[in-house]
């Protein structure tokens, strides 16, 4: 059992956990709201958080860093705190509610079920693809390859929300043209392989 850190050694070893063979926690404590406004970024619940980050590393960062390399992550986990601010003050955060299971990784979702999301993106993909539309490349690259929950890409960098989930949707959606919703289940181009849009692409590594 961890508590909630209360000194700045107690969120030095919440840093020092390592949820997987390449990546530490603190390695997602960053944030821009947290930095600039002064919001301690810093679980409720550090074992859930913990459980659900594992997760998110083992099943997804670490074969998507092995394929491509190193991973640049932009946001990952969020304080209920930091994300009630941004939401509040309109810094590209969805409710606390909505976030849940998602960046909030120390509260579980409507459903009772963990989660727990990262917005990165991939130098492989920026340096050899130039066309707007080329984030569908990796979009399903990662739904053939990887027990995803959701996608959301955006359209600096390419970077993407992936996460992981108890109950996954395997739902993909964009802010990048073509916006929308690439797949999900129900729609006729979610079952298959889709090889030929990710032609080229590196095998997949564990």
């Given at each position: 059992?961890?508590?909630?850190?209360?000194?700045?050694?107690?969120?030095?070893?919440?840093?020092?956990?390592?949820?997987?063979?390449?990546?530490?926690?603190?390695?997602?404590?960053?944030?821009?709201?947290?930095?600039?406004?002064?919001?301690?970024?810093?679980?409720?619940?550090?074992?859930?958080?913990?459980?659900?980050?594992?997760?998110?590393?083992?099943?997804?960062?670490?074969?998507?860093?092995?394929?491509?390399?190193?991973?640049?992550?932009?946001?990952?986990?969020?304080?209920?705190?930091?994300?009630?601010?941004?939401?509040?003050?309109?810094?590209?955060?969805?409710?606390?509610?909505?976030?849940?299971?998602?960046?909030?990784?120390?509260?579980?979702?409507?459903?009772?079920?963990?989660?727990?999301?990262?917005?990165?993106?991939?130098?492989?993909?920026?340096?050899?693809?130039?066309?707007?539309?080329?984030?569908?490349?990796?979009?399903?690259?990662?739904?053939?390859?990887?027990?995803?929950?959701s996608l959301c890409f955006f359209p600096k960098l390419w970077a993407f929300n992936i996460q992981w989930h108890e109950r996954p949707k395997r739902?993909?959606?964009?802010?990048?043209?073509?916006?929308?919703?690439?797949?999900?289940?129900?729609?006729?181009?979610?079952?298959?392989?889709?090889?030929?849009?990710?032609?080229?692409?590196?095998?997949?590594?564990?």
């Amino acid at each position: 059992m961890m508590r909630k850190p209360g000194s700045m050694k107690g969120l030095e070893d919440l840093g020092r956990v390592r949820l997987s063979r390449n990546f530490f926690f603190r390695d997602f404590l960053h944030s821009e709201i947290a930095d600039f406004y002064r919001i301690p970024n810093i679980p409720e619940d550090p074992d859930l958080a913990i459980e659900a980050g594992k997760r998110l590393c083992e099943d997804l960062l670490e074969p998507l860093e092995a394929t491509f390399g190193r991973l640049h992550i932009r946001s990952g986990y969020r304080s209920p705190d930091v994300n009630r601010f941004g939401n509040e003050n309109k810094l590209n955060c969805s409710t606390n509610a909505a976030t849940s299971a998602h960046h909030i990784w120390d509260m579980r979702d409507f459903d009772g079920c963990m989660g727990a999301a990262v917005c990165i993106a991939v130098p492989w993909m920026i340096d050899r693809y130039r066309d707007e539309s080329d984030w569908q490349r990796l979009a399903w690259w990662i739904h053939d390859h990887l027990p995803y929950a959701s996608l959301c890409f955006f359209p600096k960098l390419w970077a993407f929300n992936i996460q992981w989930h108890e109950r996954p949707k395997r739902i993909i959606q964009s802010y990048v043209s073509p916006r929308g919703i690439l797949t999900k289940p129900g729609m006729t181009n979610w079952a298959g392989n889709h090889g030929a849009f990710y032609e080229g692409f590196p095998r997949l590594r564990s």
